[in-house]
């Protein structure tokens, strides 16, 4: 498993063959995977497994037989995951054994007896990963947030109704928060909060520091493999990792990384979830940033640059009003720090986050309408389970759609994307969701999608 290195990655196809042919994967899903027999386990590759990637593996671990783990940091991620005491297969609830260990993730997909395969890494390798997962016949578990850019996820849209006999989940795992956010979108949908005003959508604010030591990588980092697509830097041992996420380059600070679970389910609430769909406009209200900007792009490369301070005013077509913010404002306009959606309508108003729904409608009991039904046809026509990955492994048994797919994440995505370019330009934006295009800012549309780097293009199907 030595180091890959670019021109080792360009020798390869960048296309990967699809699958002459699928079949449904039948299986019992009622007993735990060791407990079922071997032929009914679902074989798992785990692409990416680091901290959140060891903890989506040890998971699948209990719903089927990982047997690949993958991985460009040789210790932090492949060591670390072979030797996970939960993360392999395992025979009577104990591991046996370890996964095989990667580097290159096409050598997992070259495998004919993999199944699914989880990816977990960075952001910027999530589309391109997932893409030639599809073409190779792979059920796909992605991680959020989903995309880097509004192209990318018109290209893992396009992937997914070509390969639609393949089930992708993505890792938004709020919506199967049965009790919390499921229940606050069937109180805004069946109206019992009235008419729709406003919602504050608090995503807390992004990490400010620097500047950093550039270094030499580490051995066990594939440095070159790390960076993809991306523009070539000198390596910062703060941008990887868990820190990645605080440089636009890799991804879009708490616009994606939060927003990508409460924007969602914010327009989830709203049913601003279907392709035509969402904001269109985004005003930056507030953005501030680590560092000086000219024309959209940090003038430091060697500090944190997202954005750690705004408030983006999100508007709808019928004027409901969606603010992302750093930190809400209290009763007096004092700034507090409440993590999560705030939905104000006109019979009232609940705050929704992962540990409880507050509000006069939930607390005189109104959601207690709600049944079984109800929350059967929200979760695409599946009971509720109560754990977001086993409703994908149901959708592999049986077809269908789990509650976090990959077309509603997009639109969700897309205002994501938008309100960090907002933020980066300093200035509002005009969005036509239908044709999911900038209207009257050629500077603004071009950040829709990025030059990627030769060799680490993402194939168009």
């Known amino acids: 498993m030595k180091n890959s290195n670019r ?35 679902l074989q798992i590759g785990c692409i990416g497994v680091g901290s959140m990637g060891q903890g989506d593996a040890g998971d699948f671990s209990n719903l089927g037989d990982v047997v690949a783990v993958c991985d460009v940091d040789s210790e932090y991620g492949i060591s670390s995951a072979q030797n996970n005491p939960g993360i392999g297969k395992k025979v009577n ?12 993730y096409r050598e997992v997909l070259d495998r004919k007896d993999i199944d699914v395969v989880s990816i977990v890494t960075v952001d910027h390798w999530h589309v391109k990963i997932a893409v030639e997962a599809l073409m190779a016949g792979k059920h ?39 009790d919390q956010f499921a229940t606050a979108t069937l109180m805004v949908r069946k109206g019992m909060l009235g008419d729709i005003r406003k919602m504050t959508v608090d995503v807390g604010g992004g990490d400010v520091g620097g500047p950093f030591k550039k270094e030499a990588p580490p051995e066990c980092l594939d440095w070159e493999m790390w960076q993809g697509q991306t523009p ?3 390596y910062i041992k703060e941008r990887v990792r868990y820190q990645f996420r605080w440089w ?6 708490k616009f994606t990384d939060w927003g990508a679970h409460h924007i969602d389910c914010a327009q989830w609430a709203l049913n601003q979830c279907k392709e035509g769909d969402g904001p269109v406009s985004f005003n930056p209200l507030v953005a501030e940033h680590p560092v000086p900007f000219k024309n ?5 490369d060697d500090r944190y640059n997202t954005s750690h301070r705004f408030e983006i005013s999100c508007k709808f077509a019928n004027d409901v009003e969606m603010l992302v913010v750093n930190q809400s404002r209290g009763p007096n306009g004092n700034l507090i720090d409440r993590n999560g959606i705030l ?7 609940i705050h929704v986050n992962r540990e409880r729904i507050t509000g006069r409608p939930f607390e005189d009991g109104l959601h207690k309408q709600l049944t079984d039904d109800d929350f059967k046809e929200l979760f695409n026509g599946k009971d509720f389970d109560g754990w977001h990955k086993r409703n994908f492994v149901t959708c592999i048994k049986e077809g269908g759609l789990p509650v976090s797919d990959v077309y509603s994440h997009v639109i969700a995505m897309n205002s994501c994307h938008l309100c960090a370019i907002a933020a980066r330009l300093g200035r509002e934006i005009k ?5 999911e295009s900038i209207i009257g800012d050629a500077e603004a549309a071009k950040f829709l999608a990025r030059e990627r780097t030769k060799g680490y293009e993402i194939p168009k199907v």
């Open 93 to 104: 609830g104990q591991k046996v054994g370890k996964p095989d260990g990667y580097k290159d």
């Open 296 to 300: 959209g792009y940090p003038t430091q």
């Open 232 to 234: 070539r830097v000198d």
């Open 431 to 435: 969005w036509d969701p239908k044709t």
């Open 140 to 178: 796909v578990f992605c991680q959020k947030p989903l995309t880097l850019t509004v192209e990318e996820g018109q290209l893992i849209r396009n992937a997914c109704k070509k390969y639609n006999n393949l089930v992708f989940q993505v890792g938004t795992q709020q919506r199967s928060q049965k």
């Open 7 to 41: 021109r080792d990655f360009l020798k390869r196809s960048t296309a990967v063959t699809a699958a002459a042919s699928f079949t449904p994967y039948l299986f019992s899903s009622a007993q735990p995977a060791y407990a079922q027999a071997a032929s009914d386990r």
């Open 248 to 253: 636009y380059e890799y991804g879009g600070g």
């Open 343 to 349: 939905i104000e309508g006109t019979r009232g108003r």
